[in-house]
């Protein structure tokens, strides 16, 4: 197996993608004008901020490729790319809604009951909605076929047993999409029997324990279940099919903007503060690192347009992912190499403030949405490697 085995289709923008581009970057610019936001890096997983996606909602930039019946614009995939790529860029507060727009919306919509989709769809795409992921666990990690907590049914539902970790956020969500073990572990088939479950966080029987970040947020969680009911009408889709389902989320997941853009507001800050006439080491590296953003850019571009075109990439995605976070890491160093400062979250100089969110925030890049070690063997199998 080649490299050719992968396909990023280019896109092209046309007047409709250029008019919205612009559209969201006179937001932004009025925003920040008016100390709507501060931009920060890692903006869509550490900022915070219902206000924030409330706004995004009432212009119709959440839920965007949904159904109009649902609340959604039905807007082609390139036009969320776009307001994705205005936000994640600008370090704006997206976080609140993020994986609810993201991926939770999007599975619902695919594989979700009617009343599902009625009832929570519309709050999502008026950033009213948030949502945690409930897919890892200790000692599960990137291997989501290993995961030991179980459903067992119940008259009327199903109690859940468990834990889950790394669920960004759950302290100030709605809900969680969880996968979770429905049937006895088959090493033979270890894909099967697994459900997934739309679960409100504020149901009795669980606990949301905080584990904080080494920026001393409160950010990750452990999420613990102990004979916590949910109702036979808060499976998604069928009982035993999590695996394909959760599958077709994670190419979602992986292959956005927001897995090579998180630190890109470092590097509009260096840009800023090397001025208009940098040195020549300076200039270099500042356009290896321009040159690299953009074909990340183009990598993901074109996973967006095959999801357009209805297909699931996930080892296309795998890849984005690999490469975007990796970059990620290495922007800020190179910029901290490049302008040495203080990198200090209270610090009045903005360059500051964004180096030190990147330095404290990046480093869980490689590991969320799947470990970098665990995509490269995706990668690799894909090309008959392993």
């Known amino acids: 197996m080649t490299g050719d085995r992968f396909r990023f289709p280019k896109v092209e923008f046309g007047p409709e993608e250029r008019a919205l581009r612009e559209e969201v970057r006179d937001f932004i610019r009025e925003e920040r004008a008016s100390g709507g936001f501060t931009p920060m890096a890692d903006s869509w997983g550490s900022g915070w901020s219902p206000e924030w996606s409330r706004k995004m909602g009432a212009r119709g930039w959440l839920g965007m490729m949904w159904p109009k019946q649902y609340g959604g614009g039905e807007k082609p995939a390139l036009h969320r790319y776009i307001v994705t790529e205005e936000m994640v860029s600008a370090g704006a507060p997206c976080a609140a809604h993020w994986v609810a727009d993201r991926q939770s919306g999007p599975?619902?919509?695919?594989?979700?009951?009617?009343?599902?989709?009625?009832?929570?769809?519309?709050?999502?795409?008026?950033?009213?909605?948030?949502?945690?992921?409930?897919?890892?666990?200790?000692?599960?990690?990137?291997?989501?076929?290993?995961?030991?907590t179980t459903?067992?049914?119940?008259?009327?539902?199903?109690?859940?047993?468990?834990?889950?970790?790394?669920?960004?956020?759950?302290?100030r969500s709605h809900y969680?999409?969880?996968?979770?073990?429905?049937?006895?572990?088959?090493?033979?088939?270890?894909?099967?029997?697994?459900?997934?479950?739309?679960i409100d966080l504020?149901?009795?029987?669980?606990?949301?324990?905080?584990?904080?970040?080494?920026?001393?947020?409160r950010h990750f969680n452990e999420t613990v279940f102990d004979?916590?009911?949910?109702?036979?009408?808060?499976?998604?889709g069928e009982a035993g099919d999590g695996w394909r389902q959760v599958t077709s989320e994670l190419a979602i997941e992986r292959s956005g903007p927001e897995r090579f853009l998180s630190t890109f507001p470092v590097l509009t800050e260096l840009v800023r503060e090397l001025g208009p006439e940098p040195g020549e080491r300076d200039a270099e590296t500042v356009g290896a690192l321009a040159a690299r953003t953009m074909a990340l850019r183009r990598m993901s571009l074109g996973i967006s347009r095959l999801?357009?075109?209805?297909?699931?990439?996930?080892?296309?995605?795998?890849?984005?992912?690999?490469?975007?976070?990796?970059?990620?890491?290495e922007l800020v160093r190179e910029a901290r190499n490049l302008l040495p400062a203080t990198?200090?979250?209270?610090?009045?100089?903005?360059?500051?403030?964004?180096?030190?969110?990147?330095?404290?925030?990046?480093?869980?890049?490689?590991?969320?949405?799947?470990?970098?070690?665990?995509?490269?063997?995706?990668?690799?199998?894909?090309?008959?490697?392993?």
Request: charged share 25%.
């Open 343 to 386: 990198a200090a979250s209270q610090s009045p100089d903005l360059y500051g403030k964004v180096l030190a969110d990147g330095v404290l925030h990046v480093p869980s890049s490689t590991i969320r949405g799947g470990t970098n070690e665990v995509l490269k063997g995706i990668v690799a199998r894909e090309l008959g490697l392993r």
């Open 202 to 217: 504020k149901a009795p029987g669980i606990e949301i324990r905080g584990i904080r970040n080494i920026a001393g947020e």
């Open 176 to 198: 969680m999409i969880a996968l979770v073990r429905t049937s006895p572990r088959d090493m033979k088939a270890r894909h099967a029997g697994l459900t997934q479950f739309l």
């Open 307 to 329: 999801l357009d075109e209805g297909e699931a990439p996930e080892v296309a995605a795998a890849l984005v992912k690999d490469l975007g976070t990796c970059f990620e890491g």
């Open 227 to 236: 004979d916590a009911f949910v109702p036979d009408d808060m499976v998604i």
């Open 151 to 171: 459903a067992t049914k119940v008259d009327g539902g199903w109690t859940i047993n468990g834990r889950k970790i790394w669920s960004s956020g759950a302290h």
């Open 107 to 148: 599975l619902l919509l695919r594989y979700g009951a009617e009343e599902q989709r009625r009832s929570i769809l519309p709050r999502i795409a008026a950033g009213e909605c948030y949502f945690a992921i409930g897919m890892s666990e200790p000692d599960s990690g990137s291997d989501l076929a290993s995961v030991r």
